[in-house]
């Protein structure tokens, strides 16, 4: 692109057509763009030479082009020299990258040397923007950043809603978490507005120190403002954590995952889905097993899995008093982590005094009688299921299913697991030929083999650490 540029540059020039300010800033912004900061530098030499009067957009290209390739010293100098020399500037591709001392104003006539030392009158008004790109400059110096926002407004420049995101960027980058909270604390004590550009940033300050408590009680805070979170905002918050150490923490991060999903943005949630796993998997672990341990065993689920919005709805507090289970639909995968899931949900809610009142009904799908297909079952999701809670978890489990049919009511029939449910001769009899009754086909764990594990998962690991049954206060 900048090739194309300079070519059409060369073009004009040939057949005499005289460059204006807005064709000379669009050649620099084209090269700087580019990350060829020389290149840029010297447009502006040939500018000053051909009598151009470049505008402060000209002058902040040049500067974010240093900015942007780490040459800060640099930016620093050419802003110093730019402000005391007023409208009188020499600028050349050799003195750039001396010292200060180098930039002395010289009463020069411009030769016709290519990029020579130039003495031109060019005024340099600098804009908000100008500060803005050299606060980026400070990196993580605070006190210079603060001392450039002070000089803007010496000047009766105000400064706007990107020069304060920087400055509690470069707050926090300085390590001072609670500085750049305390900045934008006081945006709204002067009145002013955070955006969510502001917002956002301190929630990357919080996520980056690992103060995932505050990061989402940023968040909630750009819902009491009313300031609408953008894709990075959702990107940043579901990051917050590393694992996850209760149900209020899950129910958290899935709340956000389903609110950026009801804003329309496609969220790459594989790395929810891993700390949603290992939290779930959890069940099977206690306190002292090596927590990397369980890396490999991450599942890949596709990226058509609706394993998070299945999990969001199991463990929705609205659902506090429902133990039914769907699993219709899901994978063997799937399937295990919902119903590890609403145990680790059952488990949490027993450490915190709620004991168990009814059983639980995990639903697998309809079937006709007679047939051994069950719809809306995966291959295999039964079999995987009752290995689980019976080979891993030591849970007693029943077959039951509900009957319906044309004219009957709802019957239901139970029996232990290997064994059939089977029909009697009458019931076959009455049925009609063309229409098979359907049986919803479920698994059910009673309250008492509920209540006898809990009792082992109680006595057989030490009394549970806070950060297991509250939210990290890091």
């Known amino acids: ?53 470049p505008n402060s957009r000209c002058f902040n290209i040049l500067l974010h082009a240093c900015v942007e390739a780490c040459q800060y010293d640099r930016a620093f100098r050419l802003f110093k020299s730019w402000k005391e020399r007023g409208s009188e500037q020499t600028t050349s591709n050799d003195n750039l990258n001396s010292s200060d001392d180098s930039l002395a104003v010289h009463h020069t006539r411009v030769t016709s040397r290519p990029y020579s030392h130039l003495t031109m009158g060019v005024p340099f008004r600098p804009t908000t923007s100008t500060y803005n790109i050299l606060m980026k400059a400070c990196g993580a110096d605070y006190y210079r950043a603060k001392a450039l926002m002070d000089e803007m407004k010496t000047l009766g420049l105000s400064p706007n809603q990107i020069s304060w995101s920087i400055l509690i960027d470069v707050c ?33 300050i919080c996520v980056k120190h690992k103060k995932p408590k505050l990061a989402f009680m940023l968040f909630a805070e750009m819902e009491k403002y009313q300031i609408k979170p953008n894709l990075v905002t959702y990107k940043t918050i579901l990051t917050a954590r590393s694992r996850y150490g209760s149900l209020q923490e899950v129910q958290q991060s899935l709340a956000v995952y389903q609110q950026m999903r009801k804003a329309g943005y496609k969220p790459n949630d594989y790395y929810l889905k891993q700390l949603i796993e290992e939290w779930c998997e959890g069940v099977l672990q206690n306190e002292h097993h090596n927590e990397g341990q369980f890396a490999s065993r991450i599942t890949d689920f596709g990226p058509q899995s609706m394993l998070l919005e299945k999990v969001a709805e199991h463990l929705q507090d609205s659902n506090a008093e429902s133990l039914s289970i769907d699993l219709q639909g899901l994978t063997k995968v799937e399937a295990r982590i919902i119903v590890l899931a609403v145990l680790r949900k059952i488990k ?33 999701v039964k079999e995987a299921v009752i290995r689980l809670l019976e080979h891993d978890l030591g849970l007693q489990v029943f077959a039951a299913g509900s009957r319906s049919g044309k004219g009957k009511g709802s019957r239901m029939y139970s029996s232990s697991i290997g064994e059939t449910i089977e029909r009697s001769e009458s019931t076959q009899a009455s049925e009609s030929p063309t229409r098979r009754p359907m049986v919803l086909q479920r698994l059910k764990v009673t309250r008492e083999s509920l209540h006898h594990w809990l009792q082992k998962k109680m006595e057989s690991s030490p009394s549970p650490s806070p950060s297991s049954i509250t939210i990290t206060t890091q």
């Open 1 to 53: 692109m900048w090739k194309n540029a300079l070519e059409v540059k060369d073009d004009m020039v040939t057949s005499g057509v005289i460059p204006d300010t807005v064709t000379w800033s669009s050649l620099i912004s084209a090269c700087a763009n580019a990350g060829l900061v020389e290149q840029a530098i010297k447009l502006f030499d040939e500018m000053l030479e051909a009598g151009g009067q």
């Open 172 to 204: 926090g980058g300085s390590g001072n978490v609670a500085g750049a909270i305390q900045i934008l604390r006081s945006l709204h004590e002067t009145g002013i507005q955070p955006d969510v550009i502001a917002y956002t940033t301190a929630i990357k």
């Open 348 to 380: 949490e809610k027993y450490i915190a005094g709620n004991s168990m009142e009814d059983d639980v009904s995990i639903i697998l799908g309809l079937q006709e009688l007679g047939s051994d297909v069950i719809k809306g079952e995966s291959d295999g």
